[in-house]
């Protein structure tokens, strides 16, 4: 949510937990005019609740309430909402359960009946020192990126939403799910949430999904005991528990079966295991994060996805936005990928002709900041060691269009290329076809990572008069 100026506006979200029917009507219409938007509980198990589905910036509580009352509810509420600002309303003549709640961890109390000034008074100066703390949350982010943690890049809108995301839902331990397109910085926006998190210090541990064998992808998560399967000689921990009061990364979540589904989604409901073969719920300590390229939406429609657990996994979405979309990123993404390859590989960083970077801001993008990435990485590998200042390339469309399917043996024997010049070029459209991933290419060539990165540096110091 952005305005005009592209600069950023989050609606706070605020829980309303009052018993009195024409109060909390009031309470609602009154926020709603301020823009708030609003969520309303008549009693605190029914607060406790709407905490366990959403993230809320500030909840107005009221103190006295039937069954569990306000200080009760102040006291579980941290477990499910640790950034959130509790304002308590108190009834005339408690001020001393008020101060009491402020010891609890109250951000503030109002006394009933209070005016729609103070109201709206004490629930901004709530909100300004949350912004504060996220602030600081966010810095800290930044500095860690600058000592070789995560760094996400980019000024607009888009990219900037995200990073507040982060810093908003980091703090909590809700289950955060991130969607995107491929190469657009899932993973990075899984990593940066641990980090900037009180987890940071215990392990981040991502999974893919999507990559391992259906049978062996229980056992990896949840662990096993001795016997339970042939070849299971011992007990062993699964990822959950290694993780201990860390982050599990799910990525690729829309491919897990339907026979391990309701597995997790216990996990996002009780925070237990059971081992395969076990037979004792073990708790576990993991914040989860988990993502997805497919809409899981459609998943749950097609009748390929519990909708229980879409709805825990949705808890908090965060939604990162193809490059295309953020093209203002390009000039900043490109600069930052440049000096991170030049120093890899040990160059003077070149430089980008405006001409190519206009280019490249009107380029499509579908394999996002990966392909932008692996671009640039191989600008800088074909950049002549100690040529020009400039690095003169070809961007994906314009290879595209040339080689359309031209054979690479008829193009060889042409251009009269040499075996080693045959050799790089395949190497090199190896390499685009899986989009730089460099494990898998290597296992395309037959030749292990190594190796292909000596070769990759050999072409950069050899220059980049290789067969164009
Ligand atoms: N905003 C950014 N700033 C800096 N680097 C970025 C940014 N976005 C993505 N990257 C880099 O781009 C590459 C791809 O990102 P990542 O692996 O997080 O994408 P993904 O969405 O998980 O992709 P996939 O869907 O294919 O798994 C990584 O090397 C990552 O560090
Ligand atoms: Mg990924």
Known sequence: MHDEAGTLEMTAKVLVVEDDEVLRQLLINVLNDQGYEVE???????????????????????????GMDGMEVLRLAPARQPDTQVVMMTAFGTVDTAVEAMKQGAFDYINKPFSTEEL????????????????????????????????IVGKSPGIQRVIDLIARVAPSRATVL????????????????????????????????????????????????????????????????????????????????????????????????????????????IR??????????????????????????NVFPIDVPPLRERAEDIPLLSNYFLQKYSELYTIDAPKLPARTLDRMMSYQWPGNVRELENFIERAVVLHASGGSATIGFELPSDVEEQDGGTNILDEAQRKRWTF????????????????WKKTEAAEILGIDRRTLYRKLKRYETEGASGPE
């Open 420 to 435: 080693e010049d045959l050799e790089r070029e395949y190497i090199f459209r190896v390499l685009e076809s899986v989009r």
């Open 40 to 66: 309303a509980a008549e009693t605190g198990e029914e607060g406790l609740r709407a905490m366990e589905q959403d993230v809320f910036d500030v909840i107005l509580l009221d103190i006295n309430l039937p």
């Open 288 to 313: 989860l994060v988990a993502a997805t390229n497919l809409d899981l939406k459609k998943r749950v429609a097609e009748g390929n996805y519990r909708e229980d657990l879409y709805y825990r996994l």
């Open 178 to 285: 991130v969607t995107g397109e491929t190469g657009t910085g899932k993973e990075l926006v899984a990593r940066a949430i641990h980090e900037a998190s009180n987890r940071a210090n215990k392990p981040f541990m991502p999974i893919n999904c999507a990559a391992i064998p259906e049978n062996l992808l229980e056992s990896e998560l949840f662990g096993h005991m001795k016997g339970a399967f042939t070849g299971a000689i011992q007990n062993k921990k699964g990822l959950f528990e290694e993780a201990s009061g860390g982050t599990v990364f799910l990525d690729e979540i829309s491919t897990m079966s339907m026979s391990l589904q309701p597995k997790l989604l216990r996990v996002l409901q009780e925070y237990v295991i059971m081992r395969v073969g076990g037979r004792q719920p073990i708790p576990v300590n």
């Open 120 to 151: 709206l008074l004490t629930i901004s100066r709530a909100l300004e020192e949350q912004d504060l703390r996220r602030e600081v949350a966010r810095l800290r982010q930044k500095a860690r990126g600058v000592g070789g943690g995560v760094q």
